[in-house]
T-cell receptor, first 113, second 112 residues
Framework: DAEITQSPRHKITETGRQVTLACHQT?????MFWYRQDLGHGLRLIHY???????NKGEVSDGYSVSRSNTEDLPLTLESAASSQTSVYFC????????????FGAGTRLSVL | GQQVMQIPQYQHVQEGEDFTTYCNSS?????IQWYKQRPGGHPVFLIQ?????EVKKQKRLTFQFGEAKKNSSLHITATQTTDVGTYFC????????????FGQGTELSVKP
Protein backbone atom coordinates (compact mmCIF):
# COMPACT_ATOMS: atom_id res chain seq x y z
CA ASP A 1 0.00 0.00 0.00
CA ALA A 2 1.14 3.53 -0.72
CA GLU A 3 2.12 5.53 2.32
CA ILE A 4 4.04 8.44 3.73
CA THR A 5 6.74 7.73 6.29
CA GLN A 6 8.75 9.99 8.54
CA SER A 7 12.01 9.21 10.27
CA PRO A 8 13.12 9.28 12.94
CA ARG A 9 9.95 9.20 15.04
CA HIS A 10 11.77 10.71 18.00
CA LYS A 11 14.95 12.75 18.09
CA ILE A 12 16.87 14.47 20.85
CA THR A 13 19.62 16.86 19.84
CA GLU A 14 21.69 19.68 21.24
CA THR A 15 21.49 23.37 20.51
CA GLY A 16 23.56 24.33 17.49
CA ARG A 17 23.61 20.93 15.82
CA GLN A 18 22.36 20.33 12.31
CA VAL A 19 19.40 17.97 12.15
CA THR A 20 17.65 16.42 9.16
CA LEU A 21 14.19 14.92 9.31
CA ALA A 22 13.22 12.55 6.52
CA CYS A 23 9.91 12.30 4.71
CA HIS A 24 9.23 9.67 2.05
CA GLN A 25 5.97 9.06 0.18
CA THR A 26 5.09 6.34 -2.27
CA UNK A 27 1.89 7.87 -3.67
CA UNK A 28 3.78 9.71 -6.42
CA UNK A 29 2.26 12.95 -5.15
CA UNK A 30 3.70 16.14 -6.62
CA UNK A 31 2.95 18.28 -3.56
CA MET A 32 4.75 17.87 -0.25
CA PHE A 33 4.58 19.95 2.90
CA TRP A 34 6.28 20.31 6.26
CA TYR A 35 4.38 21.55 9.32
CA ARG A 36 5.22 22.00 12.95
CA GLN A 37 2.65 21.52 15.68
CA ASP A 38 2.84 23.33 18.99
CA LEU A 39 0.22 23.70 21.72
CA GLY A 40 -2.08 26.62 21.01
CA HIS A 41 -0.80 27.12 17.46
CA GLY A 42 -2.31 24.24 15.54
CA LEU A 43 -0.32 23.33 12.45
CA ARG A 44 2.00 25.91 10.96
CA LEU A 45 3.50 25.57 7.51
CA ILE A 46 7.31 25.55 7.35
CA HIS A 47 8.13 24.78 3.71
CA TYR A 48 6.37 23.23 0.78
CA UNK A 49 7.11 21.89 -2.68
CA UNK A 50 4.95 21.49 -5.74
CA UNK A 51 7.40 19.31 -7.62
CA UNK A 52 11.01 18.32 -8.16
CA UNK A 53 13.39 21.26 -7.75
CA UNK A 54 10.53 23.45 -6.48
CA UNK A 55 10.61 24.69 -2.87
CA ASN A 56 8.76 27.53 -1.16
CA LYS A 57 8.81 29.18 2.24
CA GLY A 58 5.86 28.87 4.54
CA GLU A 59 4.71 30.82 7.55
CA VAL A 60 7.58 29.81 9.87
CA SER A 61 10.53 29.04 7.59
CA ASP A 62 13.36 30.80 9.46
CA GLY A 63 16.01 28.30 10.56
CA TYR A 64 14.73 25.53 8.27
CA SER A 65 15.54 24.43 4.73
CA VAL A 66 14.29 21.78 2.32
CA SER A 67 15.37 20.34 -0.99
CA ARG A 68 13.40 18.30 -3.51
CA SER A 69 15.61 16.15 -5.74
CA ASN A 70 12.96 13.53 -6.52
CA THR A 71 9.21 13.07 -6.24
CA GLU A 72 9.28 10.77 -3.22
CA ASP A 73 11.38 12.72 -0.70
CA LEU A 74 11.34 16.11 1.00
CA PRO A 75 13.91 16.19 3.81
CA LEU A 76 13.69 19.03 6.33
CA THR A 77 16.96 20.41 7.69
CA LEU A 78 17.43 22.50 10.80
CA GLU A 79 20.68 24.29 10.08
CA SER A 80 21.53 25.08 13.70
CA ALA A 81 18.95 23.67 16.08
CA ALA A 82 17.49 26.02 18.69
CA SER A 83 15.36 25.24 21.74
CA SER A 84 12.48 27.11 20.09
CA GLN A 85 12.45 24.39 17.44
CA THR A 86 11.42 21.74 19.95
CA SER A 87 8.14 20.58 18.44
CA VAL A 88 6.29 17.83 16.64
CA TYR A 89 6.95 17.90 12.91
CA PHE A 90 4.52 16.53 10.34
CA CYS A 91 5.14 15.88 6.70
CA UNK A 92 2.20 15.75 4.29
CA UNK A 93 1.62 15.16 0.61
CA UNK A 94 -1.18 15.74 -1.88
CA UNK A 95 -2.02 15.29 -5.52
CA UNK A 96 -1.82 18.13 -8.04
CA UNK A 97 -5.58 18.25 -8.58
CA UNK A 98 -6.51 17.96 -4.90
CA UNK A 99 -3.77 20.05 -3.39
CA UNK A 100 -5.73 20.81 -0.24
CA UNK A 101 -6.53 17.19 0.60
CA UNK A 102 -3.34 16.34 2.38
CA UNK A 103 -2.14 13.01 3.74
CA PHE A 104 0.03 13.22 6.82
CA GLY A 105 2.88 11.12 8.10
CA ALA A 106 3.01 9.88 11.69
CA GLY A 107 5.19 12.78 12.80
CA THR A 108 8.62 13.30 14.34
CA ARG A 109 8.92 14.52 17.91
CA LEU A 110 12.07 16.66 18.15
CA SER A 111 13.59 17.89 21.39
CA VAL A 112 16.41 20.43 21.28
CA LEU A 113 18.29 20.63 24.58
CA GLY B 1 -0.58 36.01 11.58
CA GLN B 2 -3.32 33.51 12.14
CA GLN B 3 -6.31 34.22 9.90
CA VAL B 4 -8.41 31.16 10.64
CA MET B 5 -9.83 31.11 14.13
CA GLN B 6 -11.43 28.07 15.65
CA ILE B 7 -13.62 27.88 18.76
CA PRO B 8 -13.87 26.49 21.30
CA GLN B 9 -10.33 25.39 22.08
CA TYR B 10 -11.57 22.59 24.34
CA GLN B 11 -14.90 20.86 24.73
CA HIS B 12 -15.78 18.22 27.29
CA VAL B 13 -19.05 16.35 26.75
CA GLN B 14 -20.90 13.41 28.17
CA GLU B 15 -21.27 10.51 25.79
CA GLY B 16 -24.46 10.98 23.82
CA GLU B 17 -24.36 14.76 23.89
CA ASP B 18 -23.91 16.81 20.74
CA PHE B 19 -20.76 18.75 19.87
CA THR B 20 -20.07 21.68 17.56
CA THR B 21 -16.85 23.43 16.59
CA TYR B 22 -16.73 26.66 14.62
CA CYS B 23 -14.17 28.00 12.21
CA ASN B 24 -14.00 31.67 11.19
CA SER B 25 -11.80 33.42 8.66
CA SER B 26 -11.08 37.11 8.31
CA UNK B 27 -11.01 36.70 4.53
CA UNK B 28 -13.01 34.76 1.99
CA UNK B 29 -11.96 31.15 1.61
CA UNK B 30 -11.79 29.24 -1.65
CA UNK B 31 -12.50 26.02 0.19
CA ILE B 32 -12.26 24.51 3.63
CA GLN B 33 -11.05 21.13 4.81
CA TRP B 34 -11.66 19.38 8.12
CA TYR B 35 -9.15 17.03 9.72
CA LYS B 36 -9.26 14.85 12.83
CA GLN B 37 -6.24 14.05 14.98
CA ARG B 38 -6.54 11.32 17.58
CA PRO B 39 -4.42 11.69 20.74
CA GLY B 40 -0.82 10.88 19.84
CA GLY B 41 -1.72 10.53 16.18
CA HIS B 42 -1.52 12.52 13.00
CA PRO B 43 -4.16 14.63 11.22
CA VAL B 44 -6.50 12.62 9.02
CA PHE B 45 -8.56 14.23 6.27
CA LEU B 46 -12.32 14.12 6.87
CA ILE B 47 -13.98 16.27 4.24
CA GLN B 48 -13.67 19.19 1.84
CA UNK B 49 -16.27 21.92 1.29
CA UNK B 50 -16.08 24.15 -1.75
CA UNK B 51 -19.44 25.74 -2.49
CA UNK B 52 -21.10 28.62 -0.66
CA UNK B 53 -23.71 27.26 1.77
CA GLU B 54 -22.61 23.67 1.21
CA VAL B 55 -23.67 21.03 3.72
CA LYS B 56 -22.19 17.54 3.81
CA LYS B 57 -22.87 14.64 6.14
CA GLN B 58 -20.80 11.67 7.20
CA LYS B 59 -22.92 9.46 9.47
CA ARG B 60 -23.20 11.50 12.72
CA LEU B 61 -20.97 14.33 11.44
CA THR B 62 -22.44 17.36 9.65
CA PHE B 63 -20.20 19.92 7.98
CA GLN B 64 -21.34 23.35 6.82
CA PHE B 65 -19.69 26.10 4.77
CA GLY B 66 -21.09 29.57 5.26
CA GLU B 67 -22.83 31.56 2.56
CA ALA B 68 -20.05 34.16 2.54
CA LYS B 69 -17.38 31.41 2.57
CA LYS B 70 -15.81 32.90 5.67
CA ASN B 71 -16.98 30.38 8.23
CA SER B 72 -17.61 26.72 8.69
CA SER B 73 -18.84 24.34 11.35
CA LEU B 74 -18.60 20.69 12.28
CA HIS B 75 -21.44 19.20 14.30
CA ILE B 76 -21.37 15.73 15.83
CA THR B 77 -24.66 14.23 16.92
CA ALA B 78 -24.71 11.90 19.91
CA THR B 79 -20.98 11.77 20.57
CA GLN B 80 -19.23 8.48 21.20
CA THR B 81 -15.90 7.78 22.87
CA THR B 82 -14.46 7.09 19.43
CA ASP B 83 -15.00 10.77 18.56
CA VAL B 84 -12.27 11.83 21.00
CA GLY B 85 -9.51 13.88 19.39
CA THR B 86 -8.70 17.30 18.02
CA TYR B 87 -10.65 18.62 15.05
CA PHE B 88 -8.95 21.09 12.76
CA CYS B 89 -10.34 23.23 10.01
CA UNK B 90 -8.00 24.31 7.24
CA UNK B 91 -8.89 26.99 4.76
CA UNK B 92 -7.43 27.90 1.41
CA UNK B 93 -6.87 31.64 1.22
CA UNK B 94 -5.65 32.71 -2.21
CA UNK B 95 -3.83 35.86 -1.10
CA UNK B 96 -1.66 33.60 1.07
CA UNK B 97 -0.05 32.09 -2.01
CA UNK B 98 -2.47 29.23 -2.22
CA UNK B 99 -1.43 27.71 1.10
CA UNK B 100 -3.69 26.00 3.59
CA UNK B 101 -4.13 27.89 6.85
CA PHE B 102 -5.04 25.68 9.79
CA GLY B 103 -7.17 26.72 12.71
CA GLN B 104 -5.84 26.08 16.21
CA GLY B 105 -8.11 23.05 16.60
CA THR B 106 -10.82 22.04 19.04
CA GLU B 107 -9.94 19.25 21.43
CA LEU B 108 -12.93 17.04 22.19
CA SER B 109 -13.07 14.77 25.19
CA VAL B 110 -16.00 12.42 25.75
CA LYS B 111 -16.89 11.06 29.16
CA PRO B 112 -18.49 7.62 29.02
Amino acid sequence: DAEITQSPRHKITETGRQVTLACHQTWNHNNMFWYRQDLGHGLRLIHYSYGVQDTNKGEVSDGYSVSRSNTEDLPLTLESAASSQTSVYFCASSRIRDRDIQYFGAGTRLSVL
Amino acid sequence: GQQVMQIPQYQHVQEGEDFTTYCNSSTTLSNIQWYKQRPGGHPVFLIQLVKSGEVKKQKRLTFQFGEAKKNSSLHITATQTTDVGTYFCAGMIYNQGGKLIFGQGTELSVKP
